[in-house]
């Protein structure tokens, strides 16, 4: 069954520390995303990236880095944190999968 | 830009009872349309989605929508909710044949099941 991992589960973290959030495929998917998720908001594409190598910006990539090195692998960056990157994370692959989501929390 | 708005927050249903939930989109082509379900605390689950052809589209869990193009609208329904039904339901329109299928989602609505 085509799985996505993401770690941690939930995290609390000082504002302007610095943050890598984790995903991970098993299905050598090309297309990845980062989404957030707001009360009220629904989800917001942060990042995305159609294959290895290649990365590009969603409708709210400020504050955001990410890297895709291999297929696998889409971490998601927060360089120095604020309590507005307070939210939930999910990692997807394609529109059909999506990881079981981080729980950040900026203080 | 795209957009996606699903005017009702919370629905509160019967067990039993029938279940519409509405989606509204603004899209300038045709539209990739989505409906996903989210429990509590869990990722999102991908119920049903539209490309093409017939517009009444069957998804897991025994719910169906329905495209409109003239209203722009996409609804999920469901004949005969169960408790098991409680939950989030957010819709999503995205282009077609683009690179990579970025999503544009609605704010959800929680569905409440009554015994």
């Known amino acids: 069954i085509a799985g996505i991992t993401q770690a941690p589960t939930s995290q609390i973290l000082a504002a302007g520390r610095r943050m890598t959030l984790r995903c991970t495929q098993d299905?050598?998917?090309?297309?990845m995303y980062w989404y957030r998720q707001d009360l009220g908001l629904g989800l917001r594409l942060i990042h995305y990236?159609?294959?290895?190598?290649?990365?590009g910006k969603g409708e709210v990539p400020d504050g955001y880095s990410v890297s895709r090195a291999n297929t696998d692998d889409f971490p998601l960056t927060l360089a120095s944190a604020v309590p507005s990157q307070t939210s939930v994370y999910f990692c997807a692959r394609d529109t059909q999968y999506f990881g079981p989501g981080t729980r950040l929390t900026v203080l | 830009a795209q957009s996606v708005t699903q005017p009702d927050i919370h629905i509160t249903v019967s067990e039993g009872a029938s279940l519409e939930l509405r989606c509204n989109y603004s899209?300038?082509?045709?539209?990739?349309l989505f409906w996903y379900v989210q429990s509590p605390g869990q990722g999102l689950q991908l119920l049903l989605k539209?490309?093409?052809?017939?517009?009444l589209v069957q998804g897991i869990k025994g719910f169906e929508a329905e495209f409109k193009r003239s209203q722009s609208s996409f609804n999920l329904r469901k004949p005969s909710v169960h408790w098991s039904d409680a939950a989030e339901y957010f819709c999503?329109?995205?282009?077609?044949?683009?690179?990579?299928?970025?999503?544009?989602f609605g704010g959800g609505t929680r569905v409440l099941v009554k015994p």
């Open positions: 899209y300038g082509a045709t539209p990739y």
């Open positions: 990236s159609n294959t290895a190598g290649t990365t």
């Open positions: 299905m050598r998917h090309n297309a």
């Open positions: 999503a329109v995205g282009p077609i044949k683009a690179a990579g299928n970025k999503l544009t």
């Open positions: 539209y490309f093409s052809g017939d517009t």
